[in-house]
């Protein structure tokens, strides 16, 4: 599908999310909408609690809104976004345990039913993250940051269209937070991939194109930098 603006990878009119909680209705997004579209990069922003996570499992189709319509146009039906169209890294890693580095990044291929085994895409995207030498270790000989690196790999193994990340650089320092995303845009660069990355790191947040700020599930006024 295209717009007066181009393609559009996902279309959000009205959305929101409510829960029940102590037999109350909790509204965790409040009705919004807003478009994405290839190659933006967005960071979303916003204290804990404001809807963040609530946002990004939305649209990743991990979740259904309760009211308004949500449509992936040009990524097509709903069942099939994950994982070649949409990768998702989760605030934790969740890498599988009794798998390598290489075995990890590798399993979206073969969950999407891949033409081979996937070894050589997933060493050549751990090379391109700085994660080479973390190829043949077990999730439990690796630290924190680095299996959130190595998540992010995986993530990215199938070049997905649109990549959603829920605090990716939380457990890295400063620097490696940054290197992380210098590799992280450096990969995208070559691909007309979109990214949305809910961060609480200003530093990070300031080297998008786009800053969508939640509080309290309200998506207020788009700030837009450069």
Do not use: Y
């Given at each position: 599908?295209?717009?007066?603006?181009?393609?559009?990878?996902?279309?959000?009119?009205?959305?929101?999310?409510?829960?029940?909680?102590?037999?109350?209705?909790?509204?965790?997004?409040?009705?919004?909408s807003?478009?994405?579209?290839?190659?933006?990069?967005?960071?979303?922003?916003?204290?804990?609690?404001s809807?963040?996570?609530?946002?990004?499992?939305?649209?990743?189709?991990?979740?259904?809104?309760?009211?308004?319509?949500?449509?992936?146009?040009?990524?097509?039906?709903?069942?099939?976004?994950?994982?070649r169209?949409?990768g998702?890294?989760?605030?934790?890693?969740?890498?599988?345990?009794?798998?390598?580095?290489?075995?990890?990044?590798?399993?979206?291929?073969?969950?999407?039913?891949?033409?081979?085994?996937?070894?050589?895409?997933?060493?050549?995207?751990?090379a391109?993250?700085g994660?080479?030498?973390?190829?043949?270790?077990l999730?439990e000989?690796?630290?924190?940051?680095?299996?959130?690196?190595?998540?992010?790999?995986r993530?990215?193994?199938?070049?997905?269209?649109?990549?959603?990340?829920?605090?990716?650089?939380?457990?890295?320092?400063?620097d490696?937070?940054?290197l992380?995303?210098?590799?992280?845009?450096?990969?995208?660069?070559?691909?007309?991939a979109?990214?949305?990355?809910?961060?609480?790191?200003?530093?990070?947040?300031?080297?998008?194109?786009?800053?969508w700020?939640?509080?309290?599930g309200?998506?207020?006024?788009t700030?837009?930098?450069?």
């Amino acid at each position: 599908m295209r717009d007066a603006f181009g393609d559009v990878l996902v279309e959000a009119r009205q959305i929101s999310r409510s829960f029940r909680r102590d037999h109350a209705e909790f509204a965790a997004l409040a009705p919004i909408s807003f478009t994405i579209r290839p190659r933006d990069r967005i960071a979303v922003v916003g204290p804990s609690g404001s809807g963040k996570t609530t946002l990004l499992h939305l649209i990743a189709a991990l979740d259904e809104p309760t009211s308004g319509s949500l449509a992936w146009p040009d990524l097509g039906p709903r069942d099939r976004l994950r994982p070649r169209q949409i990768g998702v890294v989760f605030q934790s890693a969740s890498l599988m345990p009794a798998l390598t580095s290489a075995e990890n990044v590798a399993l979206p291929i073969l969950l999407g039913e891949g033409s081979d085994d996937g070894t050589v895409a997933a060493l050549r995207m751990l090379a391109a993250l700085g994660l080479a030498g973390l190829a043949d270790r077990l999730p439990e000989e690796l630290s924190g940051g680095q299996a959130q690196r190595v998540a992010m790999a995986r993530a990215m193994v199938t070049a997905p269209r649109l990549l959603l990340a829920d605090e990716p650089t939380g457990q890295l320092d400063h620097d490696n937070a940054a290197l992380l995303l210098d590799h992280l845009l450096a990969f995208l660069e070559a691909s007309d991939a979109a990214l949305v990355l809910a961060t609480h790191d200003p530093a990070i947040a300031a080297r998008m194109d786009q800053v969508w700020r939640l509080d309290h599930g309200q998506l207020l006024p788009t700030a837009r930098e450069g």
